[in-house]
C-alpha cells in the first residue's frame, strides 16, 4: 500500500471552517489507503488529532465546502496524538496501520441505503465494468469519463431515475447523485412525437459543409450486424422501421440553396431505408463478398442528400452459400459515435422483445433552436475573445512531399496504428492521473505536444480538437439519448514550457485545456451560426479520445462489428494533414494516425509513432515516480489561486 501524507493548511480556509478547525484540530492529514477490491482502489482516509470530540460528519461537511471532490477524505480517523519526527515533520510509518484501521475503512465503504443508490450502483458497476462500488466512490477515479457519464446517465432514465450529465460532473459519486435524483422531477421533458420540417443545421454539419465541396453525398459509418441465428428479412425491416420512425435524425434531407445548406426533416413515407439485394444464385463465396462489397460502394455513390434516407439497412441474401449480411449504413451528418450506442441498444432491445425501448431525449429540432438563441446571447459573444487568442502561432509542419494545394483527397489517406500493452494502459488510466489530478486526454495531448514539436521545431502547437459535443445543463435540451451529429470541433493553441521540467509541461497543458470555456462547443457556435468569421483557425493536427471503445455484443446474440473500408468518396476533401484518434479496446490503449500519403512517406509516421510512445511511456514514469500530489488553479476554481499562491500554499506537503 502506497501513501501519500496532505498537510492542509488552515489559513487558506473560510472563517467559518478556520474556526472549526482552530477550536477542535490541531492537524489534519490524509494518505491514500486500502484496496477494497481485488484491484488496488485508493480511498482517501483522514488522520485528525483533536483537542476535544468532534462530529466526523460535521468535519466532512465542511471539507467538502472547501476542498474540490477528489480531496474530501472517504473515512476519518480520529487520533489522541499524531506521531512527528524530530524535526516536527509527520512520523508517517508510525500512523495506524491498514490493519488497525480496518473497521473505519470498513464503515467508509458504504452500500446502498436506498432503492434509488441500489440501481445506481448496479448501472454504475455495469458501465464502469468495476465491483464492488461504494456510495462512496468518486466516478471519475475508478475509470469514469465524459462519454460514459451519458451512458450512465441514460441507463438512470430507462431505471426511471432522471439525471442530466452535468449533475454528474457536480455529484461525483452515489451517495450524492442520489439526493440530487430524488429531488428531480420524474416528468423530465421527452420528445416522443415525431418532427418535421426544417431544423437549424448544428456547427459541426456547418463544417462539413464548409469543408467537404467534393462528393459531400459520401461520407459515411457503418456497422455489420450479426446474430446467433440468421436474421429474417422481414424481422430486420420491422426493426429499420421502427428506428426511422424513433429517429428524426434519420429522416434529415439537405438541400444546398447556392448560398447556404438548408436541413429538413422528411415524412416517413418519404424515406426509403431497407434495402434488399438477392445474392442467393452466386454460390462462389469469394464472388458472392465481391458483390456485397460493389453494392456497398454503389448504394453509397447513388446517395442524394436533398432526397434524404441517409440512414440504411443493407440486407444480402446469400442463400446456400454463407449467413445472410446486415448492414448498417449512416451518413455522418446523421450520426456521432454515442449515436450508435443509442441506435445499437434499441435494436438490442427490439430483438430481446423484453423490454421497452429508453425514452427519447430532445429532438434535433428543440436542440437546433437552442443553439440559435445561444448564438445571439451575451454569454457566447463573451468567448469570442478566447478563441481570437487561438490564432495559429505554430511553424508549418514538414513535409516530406511539396504539393501546391494544403488540400488532399481521402484516397491518399493511410492509417498507422500502434497500441500500447496492458499494463502500461492500466497505468495510464488510472494512477498516472493521481500526480497531477489529470484525465487521460491530457496526458496523451502532453505526449502529443513533446512529439509534434520536437518534429517540428516550434515551441508552438496548434492542435484541432473533437469532443462529443453533448454538453448538458439544466438549462438547455437533454440530447444524451437523441440521435444526430452533435461532435464539437475547435482548435486550441499551446505553448511549450521551456526546458526539462516534466510536471511543469503536464501542467500547463492540463491548465490550457481546462481553461476552454463550456468544453469547447462555443467556438462551433460562434464561427457558423453567429458568423464570426475571423474564427478561422485551421490546425494541421487533428485529435479525438474516445475513450473505451470494447466490440458491441449483447445476449440476445447479436454483434456488431464496425465496418471502415469504403465509408467515403475518394475524392472526399482533407485540410489537416495529421488524424489522430486514440481509444482503449481489449485493455490496450490504441492510437491511430492517418495521414496522406501526397505528403508523407510511411517511415515518416513510424518514426512519429514511436516518438510518441517513448514520450508518453517517460510521462507516465513521471506520474508514478513519488506518491507526492501536486495541484493547480484549476483544481480550486472558485479560489482564485494564481500557481505560485497555490505552490505556497501546499509547501508543506
Not at 447556404?260 to 434495402?275: G, H, I, P, S
Request: net charge negative; charged share 30%; hydrophobic share 35%.
Amino acid at each position: 500500500m502506497k501513501k501519500t501524507d496532505i498537510k492542509y493548511r488552515i489559513d487558506s480556509l473560510s472563517p467559518e471552517a478556520r474556526e472549526l478547525f482552530l477550536n477542535n484540530l490541531k492537524e489534519l492529514i490524509r494518505s491514500k489507503s486500502e484496496k477494497v477490491s481485488s484491484e488496488e482502489k485508493k480511498r482517501i482516509v483522514a488522520y485528525v488529532q483533536g483537542k476535544g470530540s468532534f462530529e466526523k460528519e460535521q468535519l466532512k461537511t465542511y471539507l467538502e465546502g472547501e476542498l474540490p471532490d477528489y480531496m474530501i477524505p472517504s473515512v476519518i480517523i480520529p487520533m489522541h496524538k499524531i506521531p512527528v519526527l524530530p524535526n516536527g515533520k509527520v512520523d508517517r510509518k508510525n500512523l495506524p496501520s491498514t490493519a488497525e484501521i480496518q473497521e473505519d475503512t470498513q464503515a467508509g465503504f458504504a452500500e446502498a441505503s436506498n432503492q434509488t443508490e441500489e440501481i445506481l450502483i448496479k448501472i454504475w458497476e455495469e458501465v464502469l465494468n468495476f465491483s464492488p462500488i461504494s456510495v462512496n466512490d468518486n466516478f471519475f477515479e475508478i475509470g469514469g469519463d465524459s462519454i460514459l457519464s451519458i451512458q450512465i446517465i441514460a441507463k438512470a432514465r430507462k431505471a426511471g431515475i432522471e439525471l442530466q450529465a452535468n449533475q454528474l460532473f457536480d455529484n461525483q459519486t452515489i451517495a450524492e447523485l442520489a439526493l440530487f435524483a430524488k429531488s428531480q422531477d420524474a416528468n423530465t421533458e421527452t420528445e416522443e412525437k415525431a418532427i418535421e420540417g426544417q431544423v437549424e443545421l448544428t456547427p459541426i454539419q456547418h463544417w462539413f459543409f464548409d469543408t467537404h465541396k467534393n462528393a459531400p453525398h459520401y461520407w459515411n459509418q457503418a456497422v455489420e450486424v450479426t446474430g446467433n441465428k440468421e436474421p429474417k428479412r422481414q424481422q430486420v425491416e420491422d426493426y429499420i422501421k421502427t428506428l426511422i420512425r424513433r429517429h428524426d435524425a434519420f429522416r434529415l434531407s439537405f438541400r444546398n440553396t447556392g448560398s447556404e445548406w438548408k436541413a429538413e426533416v422528411l415524412t416517413q413515407d418519404k424515406v426509403n431505408a431497407f434495402r434488399y439485394f438477392d445474392l442467393s444464385n452466386a454460390k462462389d463465396r469469394d464472388k458472392q463478398e465481391q458483390q456485397i462489397n460493389d453494392l456497398f460502394v454503389k448504394v453509397q455513390e447513388e446517395t442524394r442528400l436533398e432526397e434524404g434516407s441517409l440512414f440504411k439497412c443493407l440486407y444480402f441474401d446469400c442463400g446456400d452459400t454463407q449467413n445472410n449480411k446486415v448492414y448498417l449504413l449512416a451518413h455522418h451528418l446523421v450520426t456521432d459515435m454515442i449515436s450508435w450506442k443509442v441506435i445499437i441498444k434499441d435494436l438490442i432491445s427490439l430483438n430481446g422483445q423484453t423490454e421497452e425501448l429508453e425514452k427519447k431525449t430532445s429532438s434535433i429540432k428543440a436542440w437546433g433552436d437552442h443553439l440559435l438563441k445561444q448564438s445571439q446571447s451575451e454569454k457566447i459573444q463573451e468567448e469570442i475573445a478566447f478563441w481570437k487568442a487561438q490564432e495559429n502561432d505554430a511553424a508549418p509542419l514538414p513535409q516530406d512531399f511539396d504539393i501546391e494545394t494544403s488540400v488532399v483527397q481521402e484516397s491518399s489517406i493511410e492509417v498507422l496504428t500502434d497500441s500500447f500493452d496492458k499494463e502500461n494502459t492500466r497505468t495510464l488510466l488510472n494512477e498516472a492521473n493521481t500526480r497531477y489530478n489529470t484525465k487521460v486526454h491530457e496526458l496523451l495531448i502532453c505526449a502529443l505536444q513533446e512529439t509534434i514539436c520536437n518534429w517540428a521545431s516550434s515551441e508552438h502547437f496548434c492542435l484541432g480538437l473533437e469532443k462529443h459535443g453533448r454538453v448538458s445543463e439544466a438549462t438547455q435540451p437533454d440530447i444524451s439519448n437523441t440521435v444526430g451529429w452533435f461532435t464539437s470541433y475547435f482548435p486550441l493553441t499551446f505553448k511549450r514550457e521551456v526546458g526539462n521540467d516534466t510536471g511543469l509541461k503536464i501542467k500547463s497543458i492540463k491548465e490550457k485545456i481546462r481553461s476552454v470555456p463550456n468544453d469547447g462547443t462555443g467556438y462551433g457556435i460562434l464561427r457558423y451560426i453567429s458568423g464570426e468569421e475571423s474564427l478561422d483557425q485551421q490546425p494541421q493536427v487533428v485529435f479525438n479520445y474516445l475513450g473505451n471503445q470494447e466490440d458491441m455484443n449483447d445476449e440476445t446474440g447479436l454483434s456488431f462489428k464496425e465496418i471502415t473500408e469504403d465509408t467515403r468518396s475518394p475524392e472526399s476533401e482533407r485540410n489537416y494533414k495529421i488524424e489522430i484518434n486514440a481509444f482503449v479496446k481489449e485493455g490496450k490503449l490504441q492510437m491511430n494516425w492517418s495521414y496522406s500519403r501526397e505528403l508523407y512517406k510511411e517511415t515518416t509516421l513510424s518514426e512519429l509513432t514511436g516518438a510518441f510512445k517513448d514520450n508518453l511511456q517517460n510521462i507516465i514514469k513521471h506520474c508514478t515516480s513519488t506518491d507526492t500530489e501536486e495541484y493547480t488553479p484549476s483544481d480550486f476554481p472558485e479560489a482564485g489561486l494564481s500557481q505560485e499562491d497555490l505552490d505556497n500554499l501546499m509547501q508543506g506537503i
